[in-house]
């Protein structure tokens, strides 16, 4: 898990847009489709990488992002 979250947050710091659309298209967007993946993963990304994982969960998949959910349930 450490390894992935690393490697994302690595990815998210580009400036490229390539490896940007990598990034959204190859790793988030697969990482989205589960949305209890989503949640284990974004809590561990940083707060960049966690709003590009939350913003392919609602523009992709139409649903909350993962972590807002999860607060929603606790409060």
């Known amino acids: ?36 993946v989503a949640r284990t993963i974004s809590r561990n990304l940083s707060p960049h990488s966690r709003s590009l994982l939350h913003e392919v969960e609602s523009k992709i998949y139409g649903r909350a992002p993962s972590g807002e959910e999860q607060r ?3 409060e």
């Open 1 to 36: 898990m450490h390894s992935v979250v690393f490697f994302i947050d690595e990815l998210a710091q580009s400036k490229d847009p390539l490896v940007e659309n990598v990034l959204l298209v190859s790793l988030l967007e697969g990482i989205a489709v589960d949305a209890r």
């Open 72 to 74: 929603d349930r606790d």
